[in-house]
Nanobody
Framework: QVQLVESGGGLVQAGGSLRLSCAAS????????MGWYRQAPGKQRELVAI???????NYGDSVKGRFTISRDNAKNTVYLQMNSLKPEDTAVYYC?????????WGQGTQVTVSS
């Protein structure tokens, strides 16, 4: 039913930028929050940013001032603009959307930042 398709990952040098996109489609109703999480090998998945529907945006401490989350409700899409990337940002980034039917996850997109 519900599908979340992510795009925008890749390989960049330190200091570079990437923009991630996540578009939801299918039978999804009353989307509440839209957010991004990331997971590096051997580490626990952590919150990157979350943007509630009409609420206050929350960023993980390590990305504050560098990343910007936004959403387009008409397109059921959430974005993550990543600037001033660091090698420690290297991880698989996952989109997460909560809605009336529960929570949904994207397939993940690899972001690799070289030094």
């Amino acid at each position: 039913q519900v599908q979340l398709v992510e795009s925008g990952g890749g390989l960049v040098q330190a200091g570079g930028s990437l923009r991630l996109s996540c578009a939801a489609s299918g039978s999804i109703f009353s989307i509440s929050s839209m957010g991004w999480y990331r997971q590096a090998p051997g580490k626990q998945r952590e919150l990157v940013a979350i943007i509630p529907n009409g609420g206050r945006i929350n960023y993980g401490d390590s990305v504050k001032g560098r990343f910007t989350i936004s959403r387009d409700n008409a397109k059921n899409t959430v974005y993550l603009q990543m600037n001033s990337l660091k090698p420690e940002d290297t991880a698989v980034y996952y989109c997460r959307i909560t809605a009336w039917g529960g929570e949904y996850w994207g397939q993940g997109t690899q972001v690799t930042v070289s030094s």
